[in-house]
């Protein structure tokens, strides 16, 4: 399990009232420091009160990560003259109230911005958005699901196999690794990813369940998870527009599949 941040790294800025309960639940995992500025719109006698746009404005230096709940919107308003540098600047996600998409706004790559957005999309079940370049020019996705308590050393070895029968295919072009819920915490699979600098991206069972796939069906997994198969779907549902280029392979107690969404034109 990912340790909470300290509340210096990370600050949480609900842009409303109403998204204080989705905050705190997310602090409440991530840790940092939880800003409520509506408490802040009234000034005694003589005081100036301060926008909101303000009062980040004075906090956004204070923490190295920022977590915005709100539309991308106000984000970038906010945001107006704050960045300077990408190896500097406090890395930006912004939430929507709803929790329907985590998105990697500022110093995503460099500033860790594209790590907490899958992050923030595991806690939330938000989807995550990317688009710096160095994400973006790796075509791969791997589906992965493994038995309880799989070591780092057993995933690896799973996925080296699985891509050694794609042709060129390395562990370089891996984008994103997706597994089902119920293996979020996996440590084995949390280790792999970790050591490679891949992000985790975790798929609901419901989602599966839900997915129509051409796979073979598992019976063990459907008797023990209630679901068809992990690894094929979770890829496909993380890459939507991918085709899969190999399907389920197993070993030693890891199944490993591999998407593509190499872009080819119209």
Not at 23 to 33: C, I, K, S
Not at 78 to 89: E, R
Not at 190 to 198: E, N, P, Y
Request: proline residues 5%.
């Amino acid at each position: 399990m990912t340790p909470p941040l300290a509340e210096a790294e990370l600050g949480i800025w609900p842009v409303r009232a109403e998204a204080e309960l989705l905050a705190a639940r997310l602090q409440g995992t991530l840790g940092g420091t939880l800003y409520r500025p509506w408490l802040n719109s009234e000034a005694g006698e003589g005081e100036a009160v301060l926008t909101q746009r303000q009062q980040f404005a004075l906090a956004y230096r204070r923490h190295r990560r920022w977590i915005m709940i709100g539309a991308a919107g106000i984000a970038v308003r906010f945001l107006d003259g704050q960045p300077q540098d990408k190896h500097s600047d406090p890395a930006v996600v912004v939430l929507d109230e709803a929790a329907r998409f985590a998105i990697s706004l500022l110093a995503g790559h460099e500033g860790g911005a594209n790590r907490l957005a899958y992050r923030v999309a595991q806690l939330t079940g938000a989807q995550p958005v990317v688009s710096t370049a160095t994400e973006a020019i790796k075509p791969l996705v791997l589906g992965i699901g493994c038995r309880k308590h799989a070591s780092a050393g057993q995933v690896s070895q799973a996925v080296a196999h699985a891509l050694a029968q794609l042709d060129g295919a390395t562990l370089a072009q891996v984008r994103e690794v997706a597994t089902i819920d119920i293996k979020a915490e996996e440590p084995g699979l949390l280790a792999f990813c970790a050591t490679h600098d891949l992000p985790l991206r975790v798929i609901s069972t419901r989602q599966i369940a839900q997915r129509a796939w051409v796979g073979k069906p598992s019976e063990w997994v459907k008797q023990n998870v209630g679901v068809d198969g992990v690894c094929e779907p979770a890829a496909l549902i993380a890459s939507p527009r991918g085709r899969l280029a190999l399907g389920k392979t197993a070993l030693d107690g890891v199944t490993v599949a591999v998407v593509d969404d190499t872009f080819e034109g119209m």
